[in-house]
């Protein structure tokens, strides 16, 4: 937990830059680790049908050729996790299949694997 003194610096500092000390730091490498894999898990083998039968993403070793290539698309957090709970296109919905918290975690590996 963090301290006063720390909290109110990273006020001032903003959240960007508080992202980006932490990460360079350290403290966020392991969680972020975990996350980044849980995320994986569920694209490629999570979510039902699998995020990885229609789209391409290397990171994942994944070549679907149905979707959007994700490495090319590069979507952000928001832009994903969008897509995944409304359905788009020939996309299905995935809100009745992963819970939200898993619907964030693989737009977070999403958009953070697609060199976004």
Known sequence: ??????SQRLGAIGLGAAFF?????GALAEPDAARLAAGRALFSQGAKPP????????HAE??????PVLDELK?????VAKAMRNGIG????????????QIDTVAFYVSSVSGR
């Not at 937990?1 to 720390?6: D, H, N």
């Not at 000390?21 to 730091?25: I, Q, R």
């Not at 995020?51 to 290397?58: G, N, P, Q, R």
């Open 75 to 79: 979507p952000d957090a928001a832009r």
């Open 1 to 6: 937990m963090m301290g006063a003194g720390v």
């Open 21 to 25: 000390l932490f990460t360079t730091t």
């Open 90 to 101: 020939a996309m299905p919905s995935y809100s009745s299949v992963l819970s939200a918290e």
């Open 62 to 67: 994944a070549g679907g050729a149905v979707g």
């Open 51 to 58: 995020c990885a039968v229609c789209h391409t993403l290397a």
